[in-house]
């Protein structure tokens, strides 16, 4: 019996290693700095690709975004997906009194380099590079729409909002393509706004979603706003609104899934940790296609 086990562990250890072995870390230096990323590319390099850069959320790494955030299925519809990695598992978007704020760390900056290097590397097509995340990688997200609209062609933020010390570098330079996700139900990233609070500590304060939205949309110049509601197809508690700002500069528009009663996750996604810490994950869409469909829509 003990002989038997010995080689179905040695299997189980070794498909362990295949999986956490790729796809290989790369690296770009930042000012002496050794900023690491991941890259998951398609089959046909011959022809120009779209780009995502996918953003983690607080605490977590490239690893963990790539293998549980659904976005590296897009190679199959011939996008690059690069997956950076903040420094100590956090993006520096000025939530000034996280633990981990550090004034000295310029994640833009790191961002603009990557995108050089790729650009160098791949046959990136310069005018559909695009930028998601969650949580505070959502944050980040709507940083790289500010501090580099020049680079990006649109951005998905996912329940990560605009900080109050982001707010002061507002509006960009230029338009820019929005979609934003947010649950009412968020325990971590509130849709209201106010403070980012965990646990008995305020980490910084957000604008509310909708003044995030309403934000870019003045700033893009877009039309009154029209909303609709998705079919509530799924019994998971939650529904979905839509509103719409089009007729934006250069095409632009901003696009909010209000998810009413969603929590801190990604519509279709995984229920990562329990409801009563997250909340519910609302099946009524998928963000991955949501997001994909909204990019393919805009280039600069």
């Known amino acids: 019996m003990r002989t038997k086990r010995i080689p179905i562990l040695l299997m189980v250890v070794a498909c362990t290693l295949v999986v956490w072995a790729r796809p290989d870390w790369k690296t770009v230096d930042v000012d002496g700095t050794q900023r690491d990323y991941l890259v998951d590319l398609p089959s046909d390099l011959t022809k120009p690709c779209p ?10 790494n490239a690893r963990q975004a790539r293998n549980s955030s659904g976005f590296s299925r897009l190679t199959e519809s011939g996008y690059i997906l690069v997956y950076p990695n903040g420094i100590k598992g956090h993006w520096q978007v000025g939530m000034t009194d996280h633990p981990k704020y550090d004034a000295t ?4 900056h790191f961002i603009s380099l990557l995108l050089d290097k790729l650009e ?7 005018n ?22 020049d680079r990006f062609a649109a951005i998905a933020p996912m329940i990560g909002g605009i900080t109050s010390e982001m707010e ?3 509006p960009p330079p230029n338009s820019m393509p929005v979609l934003i ?7 971590l990233v509130p849709y209201e706004g106010g403070p980012v609070t965990i646990g008995r500590k305020k980490w910084g304060r957000l604008l509310s979603t909708e003044q995030a939205a309403k934000l870019w949309a003045e700033h893009n110049g877009c039309d009154a706003p029209h909303t609709d509601t998705l079919p509530d197809t799924v019994e998971d508690e939650c529904r979905v609104e839509r509103t719409t700002w089009a007729g934006g500069k250069n095409g632009s528009e901003v696009v909010l899934y209000k998810v009413i009663g969603g929590g801190h996750t990604a519509p279709g996604g995984m229920q990562y940790l329990p409801e009563s810490v997250i ?20 280039q600069r």
């Open 181 to 187: 996700i947010q649950g009412t139900a968020d325990p």
């Open 279 to 298: 909340g519910i994950v609302c099946r009524d869409m998928d963000a991955v296609d949501v997001i994909e469909s909204f990019f393919r829509r805009h």
């Open 168 to 170: 002061k570098s507002f």
């Open 120 to 126: 160098s590397e791949y046959p990136v097509d310069v």
């Open 128 to 149: 559909r590079v695009y930028a998601t995340g969650a949580s505070n990688g959502g944050m980040m997200s709507h940083l790289v729409g500010i501090t580099l609209s």
């Open 105 to 108: 760390v310029d994640d833009s």
């Open 51 to 60: 780009l995502v850069v996918v953003f983690h959320g607080g605490g977590g």
